[in-house]
């Protein structure tokens, strides 16, 4: 391997990582630009430096409330106009049985994100987190992207760290990181120009860790974005971590084309993916866990990922709309045994974890 870096010319970025040294823009520039077995071995250098040969995952439960959403980004699948024949949303009793339907589940995770809503009252999302909490006093709630928090502002005429509270009392331990797309101001307004800023968003999320609430956060690539666009995401994260430590994993999100307004594009290719996650666990040095996204990537290529930078695949999921309506080929769920597999299967040690990365030691079969 050191002749493949020597070869690469990264014998310099490779000198940094072993020190723990930040690396800059021009840094992640000369890593897309490297071979992809370089750029593995070094982000797997930093994986096994901060992880060893631990592999995580979550007994999980994903409840997608709605997909009538106003905003309607052109990357977006999921989201249907009111009324939309493919459109849904919804009862509480409806997400209650959704809950109660598991509960001999040993699941340690719930997951809950769905649309920017025309008519939904800020009750409502209230009322669902209430819900799982007394069903589920066990689990870790993890619901409400920092978008939907800035849409529940905007309808209940609260300020944002208002409803962060309200939903930190009603339940709420922890924001997904969806919504963040790319950052760049360009992207944006040419895909989803009704979506808040990037400033807004970095600043909901800072908000949230200053009151408590920790978040993932995430990057949508693959579509019209340039690589330079992709660091300065990056970048973004990582000095917003700088400020408040409160990203627990990143989760780059690949881009599927399929039923979107930018169907015309291929999406990024295996290689792209495992480049990217590679550069994203080289690049954000203070965020401690790398998804690979099993459901986005397929479980095959989230193994491989595993030696690429992540330390993390998710969890048993079941019942993800967002990704496959969009067509993903990857299955709707796995098992906890098929997930230990895949890891093992890849060389790694399998630790079931809770929402919060605070491994399981204690399992109730």
Known sequence: MEELIKRAGLEDIERKVMA???????????????????????????????????????????????????????????????????????????????????L????????????????????????????????????????????????????????EEEVLQILKEAGLQMLPGGGAEVFSSRVRQELCPKKLSAERWLSIAKLAHQLGIPSNCTMLYGHIETIEERLEHLIALREAQDETGGFLCFIPLSFHP???????????????????????RLMLDNIPHIKAYWIMLTPKL????????????????????????AQATSPQCLTRSELEAMIKEAGYEPVERDGLFRAVTKRVV
């Not at 071979?35 to 096994?48: C, H, I, S």
């Open 20 to 102: 723990d040294k930040r690396l800059s823009f021009e840094d992640g520039l000369r890593l897309y630009q490297a071979p992809l077995l370089a750029v593995g071995y070094l982000a797997n250098l930093k994986r096994e430096r901060l992880h060893g040969k631990k592999a995580y995952y979550v007994y999980n439960q994903h409840i997608n409330y709605s997909n009538e959403c106003i905003n309607l980004c052109k990357f977006c699948a999921f989201g249907k106009p009111k009324g939309h024949k493919e459109g849904f949303t919804l009862s509480l009793e409806e997400i209650e049985q959704k809950i109660k339907e598991r």
């Open 104 to 159: 001999q589940e040993p699941i340690k995770e719930i997951h809950i994100v769905g649309s920017v809503h025309p008519d939904l009252p800020f009750d409502y999302y209230v009322e669902i987190v209430k819900m799982v909490r007394r069903l589920r006093p066990e689990v870790v709630i993890k619901a409400y992207t920092v978008t939907e928090i800035a849409h529940f502002a905007r309808i209940s005429g609260k300020s």
């Open 258 to 280: 399929k039923n979107t307004k930018l169907s015309h594009l291929p999406g990024p290719t295996a290689v792209d993916d495992l480049k990217t996650i590679a550069i994203s």
């Open 302 to 325: 989230a193994q491989v990922a595993l030696s690429f930078g992540a330390d993390d695949i998710d969890g048993t999921i079941i019942e993800e709309k967002i990704t496959h309506m």
